[in-house]
C-alpha cells in the first residue's frame, strides 16, 4: 500500500514573513536566549535566520524533555511548592510521570495578576453577547468572586478530586465557576446548553457531579431558548448531585432548591483572601470528553500541572500573547477550546467570551466582535473563513482590524484560498496560524509559530515540546509523504487517565495499539521539506483507491470551492465482493441546481486540480451534512451506515448536531445492503 500528498502546484514562496522587528520583539525569541543562557540550549544563530533558530530549539525540545520543560517552568515562573524530585520520571507512553514531588494550583497562576496594581483593574474577561456591548470583568472582580465562591464550595462540602459541572454558555459566570473548582482542587467538567439532556447525562453519569452550575436557558441566533425542562431533568437523573447554583440568564427565578448565583459570589464590603489548594502536579483539573459519535464518550482526564505548563508554552510563546493582548476564540464550552481559550488568563491577556451565534445578526458578526474587543488574536474556524469567503464578506475595508495581529483557525484544515483570502481581505501582514490538535491534549501538536514565515496550506511547524512526525505502516517516519500522525514523546497535558477505565484498557486502546509506546492520533499529515505541516484529514476514515490513501480534507478544499456547493462530505466503502465504492455527498448552495452541471464541475474541479483517482464514483445531493456537536463531519459513522449498519449501532444521536440528517444515508445503506444479498451490485451506477 502506497500513500501519496495530492498534486499540488510548487508554492512561489512563503505567504507572509515576520519582519525582524516582528521577530527580535517575539517573547519566543526571547525565550530562545533565556534557554540557551540557562538551560543548555542552542544559542540563536543571530544570523537572518528565524527558520534555522527555531527548528534547533525544536530539537533540543524534544532531545532534551527535562532541560525543555523545566526551561519553562522557570520563564513563567511557575510555582512548584517544595519542589519536584526531577522533571520527568519516567518517559513511557502512556504513564509517563512529570514534576512527582511538586504541587500546583492552576487557579492561582491565573489570578496572580490581580496582584499587580498595573493590571488590577484592567479586564481580565470581555463578556459580548447578541444584544450588548462589551462588558469588561476586572482582574480584582474576578478574584474577588472567585474567592468567595470558593469559601462557598467548601462550605458546601466540596472537597479536592469532587467533580463539578456547568451546563452555561461561555459567560464570565463559567469561567468564575471553573476557576473556583480549580482553587479547591475539584474537577470541573463542562457542557453547553444546547446539548439536549441525552448528551449532557452521557458525560455527567460518568463522573458523578457533586455540584451543577447552570442557565435557565441562552439567547442564540435572535431567539432565547428556555432549557428549564432540560435543567430539571438534569437534577433528577445525577442523584451525586449535592447542590444546584442557578444563573437567571433568561431573568427566571431559581427552582426549588437551588441557590442564586449572585448569592454564592457577589463580593461584600471585604471580601475573603484567595485560598487556593495546593495539589500533586497530575491532580485532575478537568475532564473533557471525546464527540462519542459510536458510543459514551471518552471521559479524558487532564492534569492541574501539565495544562498549566503546556498552555504556559502554547500561549505565551506560540500564540506570542501576554499582559495587554486581547485573546478571542469563537467557542463554546462542549468543546476544548473553551478550556483553551480561558487559560489566556494564565499568561496576563485579556479573554473575550462570547455568548451567542457566530453568524448573528451577519455573516461577519466574529469580525465585528475582533473589531469592538480589539482583538489581539482572533481564532475561529476554518469553516467560518470559508463562508465570509462565499458570502462576501470584506473584514478589512468594513472594519479597523488594525489590533490584530494573528487569525487563528482549527477544526478543520484551513484551505489553502483561506489562507490567501485573508491574507487578501484582512491584511497582507497578518500572521495566519493553522493550527492542529485535539481534545486529547487540550492543546496543538502544530501550529502558530511567531517567528516563522506562512505557507498557504501549510501549518507553520510542530510545537516545542512535541516530537511530532507522520510515520508510514513501518513505522518509518517520511518527509514530503502523507503518514500518520504520531507524537512519539510524552506530553505534560496527555491524558493522566480516562474516567472508569480499568487498568488503562480504552486509554491504550485509543491511541498506542498501532505503534506500541507511540501516540497515534488519527489524521494523516505531511511533514514537508522545510519544516511545515500539512492536515489531510482523518485516517480512521481513510479514502483507499487502488492501494493508495487519500485525505478528505483535500477533496473538500476543492468542492467547496466551488459556488454550486456548501458544504460536502466524501466517504470509502469497502464492498463484499472486494470492490470499492466512494461517493460524494453536498449540500447545495442558496439557487443552486442539482443537475449534470453540478456533477461534471466537481468531477473536473478534483480531476485537474487533484488527481483522477480524488474523482468520486457519485455525486449525492442531500438536504444537510451531519456534525457532531463540536462541528465535525461525521464520516465514520456516515461510512457505517452506508455499510448496511443499523442507524442505532452507527452512530450516538445525542452526539449529532441534526440525527435527522443520518436517516437518508440509513436508508440508502439499507438499500445496498438489499441490493446486495439480492444480487443487484451497486445501489447507483459510477460517475466521473
Known amino acids: 500500500m502506497t500513500t501519496t500528498p495530492p498534486d499540488r502546484a510548487a508554492a512561489p514562496g512563503p505567504l507572509w514573513q515576520p519582519s525582524p522587528e516582528r521577530v527580535a520583539a517575539a517573547r519566543l525569541t526571547r525565550f530562545h536566549r533565556f534557554a540557551a543562557a540557562e538551560h543548555g540550549a542552542p544559542a540563536p544563530s ?79 474577561l470581555l463578556a459580548v453577547d447578541e444584544e450588548r456591548p462589551p462588558r469588561p470583568v476586572s482582574w480584582r472582580e474576578l478574584r474577588d468572586r472567585v474567592a468567595v465562591l470558593a469559601e462557598e464550595m467548601r462550605r458546601l462540602g466540596v472537597a479536592p478530586g469532587d467533580r463539578v459541572c456547568g451546563y452555561l454558555p461561555n459567560i464570565p459566570e463559567a469561567v468564575v465557576a471553573f476557576l473556583a473548582t480549580a482553587a479547591v482542587g475539584a474537577v470541573w467538567t463542562s457542557c453547553a446548553p444546547d446539548f439536549g439532556a441525552r448528551s449532557v447525562l452521557d458525560r455527567f453519569r460518568q463522573v458523578e457531579p457533586v455540584l451543577l452550575f447552570t442557565v435557565d436557558g441562552y439567547r442564540y441566533g435572535g431567539k432565547e431558548h428556555d432549557r428549564g425542562a432540560t435543567v430539571a431533568e438534569l437534577r433528577r437523573e445525577l442523584p451525586s448531585l449535592r447542590a444546584t447554583v442557578y444563573i437567571p440568564l433568561l431573568g427566571t427565578e431559581p427552582p426549588a432548591g437551588a441557590l442564586a448565583w449572585d448569592e454564592v459570589t457577589t463580593p461584600g464590603a471585604h471580601p475573603p483572601a484567595p485560598a487556593y489548594r495546593e495539589v500533586p502536579f497530575d491532580h485532575p483539573l478537568w475532564v473533557l470528553y471525546s464527540s462519542g459519535t459510536t458510543g459514551l464518550p471518552k471521559a479524558i482526564v487532564q492534569s492541574q500541572g501539565g495544562i498549566l505548563v503546556e498552555h504556559l508554552k502554547q500561549l505565551g510563546l506560540h500564540c506570542d500573547l501576554g499582559p495587554g493582548d486581547r485573546l478571542y476564540w469563537y467557542t463554546s464550552t462542549g468543546w476544548m477550546m473553551w478550556n483553551f481559550l480561558v487559560s489566556g488568563l494564565l499568561v496576563g491577556a485579556t479573554v473575550v467570551v462570547h455568548d451567542g451565534s457566530p453568524a448573528h445578526p451577519g455573516p461577519d458578526a466574529q469580525w465585528r466582535i475582533a473589531e469592538r474587543t480589539r482583538a489581539t488574536l482572533f481564532g475561529t474556524s476554518a469553516a467560518y473563513i470559508t463562508a465570509c469567503a462565499k458570502k462576501d464578506v470584506h473584514p478589512a475595508r468594513d472594519m479597523d482590524l488594525s489590533a490584530t495581529r494573528c487569525v487563528a483557525t482549527t477544526g478543520s484544515p484551513l484551505p489553502p484560498d483561506g489562507f490567501r483570502w485573508l491574507h487578501e481581505e484582512v491584511g497582507a501582514d497578518l500572521w495566519i496560524a493553522s493550527v492542529s490538535g485535539g481534545t486529547d491534549v487540550c492543546s496543538c501538536f502544530a501550529g502558530a509559530v511567531p517567528t516563522l514565515p506562512v505557507h498557504v496550506g501549510e501549518l507553520q511547524a510542530p510545537c516545542l515540546g512535541t516530537d511530532l512526525q507522520a510515520w508510514d505502516p513501518a513505522g518509518r517516519a517520511v518527509v514530503d509523504e502523507v503518514g500518520e500522525l504520531v507524537v512519539t514523546n510524552p506530553m505534560p497535558s496527555m491524558p493522566v487517565r480516562f474516567w472508569n477505565d480499568p487498568e488503562d484498557r480504552r486509554y491504550r486502546e485509543s491511541y498506542f495499539e498501532t505503534y506500541p509506546g507511540v501516540w497515534r492520533h488519527g489524521d494523516w499529515i505531511t511533514v514537508t521539506r522545510h519544516g511545515g505541516v500539512v492536515i489531510h484529514g482523518r485516517s480512521d476514515s481513510t479514502l483507499n483507491r487502488q492501494g493508495v490513501r487519500m485525505g478528505s480534507a483535500d477533496i473538500y478544499e476543492v468542492v467547496e470551492r466551488l459556488p454550486q456547493v456548501q458544504e460536502s462530505l466524501v466517504v470509502g466503502v469497502e464492498l463484499p465482493d472486494g470492490g470499492y465504492w466512494m461517493p460524494l455527498f453536498v449540500k447545495l448552495a442558496e439557487g443552486a441546481a442539482d443537475d449534470d452541471a453540478l456533477r461534471a464541475a466537481v468531477t473536473a474541479a478534483l480531476r485537474t486540480e487533484l488527481s483522477p483517482r480524488h474523482v468520486p464514483d457519485e455525486v449525492v445531493v442531500v438536504p444537510g451534512i451531519p456534525h457532531t456537536l463540536t462541528g465535525k463531519r461525521l464520516e465514520v459513522p456516515v461510512k457505517r451506515l452506508l455499510q448496511g449498519t443499523a442507524l442505532e449501532r452507527a452512530v450516538n444521536p445525542g452526539s449529532v448536531d441534526d440525527v435527522a440528517l443520518l436517516a437518508s444515508f440509513a436508508e440508502l445503506g439499507a438499500r445496498r445492503a438489499a441490493d446486495s444479498a439480492g444480487g443487484g451490485g451497486p445501489a447507483a451506477p459510477a460517475r466521473g
Open 46 to 124: 543571530g544570523a537572518p535566520d528565524p527558520a534555522g533558530d527555531y527548528a534547533a530549539l525544536h530539537r533540543w525540545s524534544v532531545g532534551e524533555p527535562e532541560r525543555f520543560w523545566e526551561a519553562i517552568t522557570r520563564w513563567f515562573d511557575v510555582s512548584l511548592g517544595e519542589g519536584p524530585e526531577r522533571v520527568l520520571a519516567d518517559a513511557a507512553m502512556p504513564g509517563a510521570r512529570w514534576f512527582p514531588g511538586a504541587t500546583v494550583n492552576y487557579a492561582a497562576h491565573a489570578l496572580r495578576w490581580a496582584d499587580d496594581p498595573a493590571l488590577a483593574e484592567e479586564p481580565a
